[in-house]
């Protein structure tokens, strides 16, 4: 079966600090990747998505970046963090289905709390 | 592009009595339509989603939702709410004839259950 894991699941940075959060995927190939991040009242904001190893897509500009050095690993960065950075960082995938990825199920990981002091 | 309304921030309904979360999309075409359940803290977890065909689309732990389209509706319901149910619940489009093809979420509507 496949599973997600991402880490760390709280961290409290302060401003102009770097970031990285890391999320594997196990049990599947050639998965789409994404990060969404989740602000109160804001619902679930697409931040990055991934189609294959190097392939990263925007969604938002803004002070992160997102890399995939391997099939399963999609990692978001920052290089200096800002108090707007604040929120929870959920990691996810879907299944790769004959050429198309519409309507497959997005399965999510537990996600990652971000406080910048 | 495609959107999603989830009108309702906050509901407060008695254990026992019935359910209706609402949500309009936006959508030229017939939608991929999901819903997702989020406990605290938690990840998303998904409840049922919508294709094609029959337009009640029955889901975990006792949800169903109804697609219509005249409407642009994909309303979440059901008939005996439990205390365990209180969370945010999301309301999610997919965005097609993409590669890089992804859910589009409304903002969410938190359901307290009172007893």
């Known amino acids: 079966s496949q599973t997600i894991h991402q880490w760390p699941a709280t961290l409290v940075q302060p401003v102009g600090s770097p970031l990285s959060l890391e999320c594997t995927v196990e049990g599947t190939s050639n998965p789409n990747l994404y990060w969404y991040r989740q602000a109160a009242g804001r619902g679930l904001q697409l931040l990055f998505y991934?189609?294959?190893?190097?392939?990263i897509s925007s969604e938002v500009p803004q002070n992160l970046s997102a890399s995939r050095p391997q099939d399963r690993q999609f990692i978001l960065s920052s290089k200096k963090l800002l108090l707007s950075d604040s929120g929870f960082y959920l990691c996810a995938w879907r299944a790769y289905r004959t050429g198309i990825y519409s309507g497959n199920t997005i399965y999510f990981g537990e996600g990652s709390w971000l406080t910048v002091v | 592009a495609q959107s999603v309304t989830q009108p309702d921030i906050h509901i407060t309904v008695s254990e026992g009595a019935s359910l209706e979360l609402r949500c309009n999309y936006s959508?030229?075409?017939?939608?991929?339509l999901f819903w997702y359940v989020q406990s605290p803290g938690q990840g998303l977890q998904l409840l049922l989603k919508y294709f094609s065909g029959d337009t009640l689309v029955q889901g975990i732990k006792g949800f169903e939702a109804e697609f219509k389209r005249s409407q642009s509706s994909f309303n979440l319901r059901k008939p005996s709410v439990h205390w365990s149910d209180a969370a945010e619940y999301f309301c999610a489009v997919d965005r097609l004839n993409q590669a890089g093809t992804a859910l589009i979420f409304g903002k969410g509507t938190t359901l307290s259950v009172s007893s």
């Open positions: 991934s189609v294959g190893i190097g392939q």
């Open positions: 959508y030229g075409a017939t939608p991929y």
